[in-house]
């Protein structure tokens, strides 16, 4: 919509807040200009170069308003973890490759609690295995009860004596079916499915539960199969069932993280991609910019004997708990049993390497892609409730700097430093892109990721010049630039400051309209 569409006479009440004099950019009609831009209620009302009337007048003058980021791929759904988010410029944070189970009794905790950005999750397809497979029953807490974060759910289902991730039965891949199209009746966002993490199981059953997403309508949201460089289960096979499962069935497949699931292999596994969506399939990616990943001590391509098939050692692992880089295959070892949830940093490849560099820029820059975190929950020593609550976040408190910065380091390293993007296609990968990839399974999603009259008023208001991300390997801080992050009308950051109080976010449901 061109601004000229939205004159300040045809408002019918004083705006509630206008944003003056920004240089405003909307991904979608291309819009990149100096305008105002106005909200009332939770809606945008007002784009154009008049000064119409409004009860607070907000100079940022100097600075870029955008749509708010989409983040695809958090697991940092805690309210510490949303707050960090929103300082990342992040205004709508979605769990989607590996979900939550029952879904109903998150979005339920998560709207009772508040959080200060928009959330919401997929149907976790590793937790129904482990309640279909191994007869996991998952808690349901009273209400003052803290409720597990997916990772420990899941962590604490990684013993010896678990099926999950084996080969299972026709009659138990229906009961895990069965699970997961009554999560999706109850709001999930599509399924998500961590391949990666249960490599040995059936094939059979990726390729009909991509045709229940199919036929539900909604997208499947994974991790790779084939975490190594070896045939014949590597990362590019791990891709190819995937494209496959697009091809065969037409429903939407969605690869998570591609840059952590491609690696050395990216060439290859960017053409195969490339040339599927060309050919018209339903595949659509994600990378965050980062050479390290993260995930849990006991995954199982973290296993000792697995290790070389990624050209990895235990001292490529730093273990976050115990902050100790691994020492040994027999420290490896002990840690996977005594702390099977313990959250890890992983060196993968090397950025200050040209080749390894210019493969994570081919993944990062492939057409359509979007940007998305893989953000984990805050670790360290202190309990639980601190780490999820307790602002300033505790002294010790740690993440992989994805969590925290993943929006922040695309503007300052990708745009600034090495100028392979431009600014308004960061932001389009960062919003309109994850908006559009949801809209099919989620109507309302066609109002965010935009700057138009009529869009929900999840904006941000950042420097293009100083933006950047501070936390490192060994230290979570907090992105700075962003000056001002609206959610739904309302301030959660306002001159650079966090809003503590501010929890004005809203479950993102499928469905919705």
Known sequence: MSPERTPAGGLDRPLDTLLRGARVLDPETGVDEVLHVGVIGDRIAYVGRDRPPAHEVVDVVGLTLAPGF??????????????????????????????QLPVARHYARAERDGRAINFGYSASWALARLVALDGMTLPAPAEDE???????????????????????????????????????????????????????????????????AQ?????????????????????????????AAAAGTGASMHICHLNSTSLRQADEICD?????????????????????GSTIISAEWLAPERLSGLQLTPQ?????????????????????ELDPSGACVVDLIDPDNAQDLSRLLRVALLPGGAIASDAIPLGGPVDGDALETHW??????????????TFARTLRWLVRELGVLSLSDAVRRSSLIPAQILEPAVPAMRRKGRIQVGADADIIVFDAATVTDNATYVRSSPSTGFAHVLVNGEFVVRDGSLIVSARPGRAIRSGDH
């Open 70 to 99: 989409i983040d695809l791929h958090s697991h940092a759904q805690t309210i510490n973890g949303m707050r960090l988010q929103a300082l990342d410029g992040v205004t709508t944070s979605l769990e989607l490759e590996a979900g």
């Open 146 to 212: 803290r409720l597990p974060n997916f990772l420990e759910t899941w962590g604490a289902g990684n013993t010896p004596e678990s099926r999950w991730k084996s080969v299972c039965s026709d009659d138990e891949t229906a009961r895990v079916l069965e699970i997961l199209e009554g999560e999706v009746a109850e709001g999930a966002i599509g399924i998500g499915v961590l391949l990666g993490y249960a490599a040995d199981s059936n094939r059979g059953e990726y390729f009909r539960l991509a045709q229940l």
């Open 215 to 243: 036929r539900l309508g909604v997208p499947v949201f994974t991790h790779a199969r084939g975490m190594s460089y070896e045939e014949p289960t590597n990362m590019l096979t791990g891709i190819l069932e995937i494209v």
């Open 272 to 292: 195969a991609v490339e040339s599927a969506q060309h050919l018209g399939n339903p595949i659509t990616t994600e990378a965050y910019p980062y050479g390290a």
């Open 316 to 336: 490529s692992i730093y273990y976050v708990p115990g902050a100790e880089r691994i020492a040994s295959v027999e420290r490896l070892r002990e840690v996977r």
């Open 392 to 405: 300033p976040i505790p002294e010790g408190a740690f993440a992989h700097p994805r969590s925290m910065g």
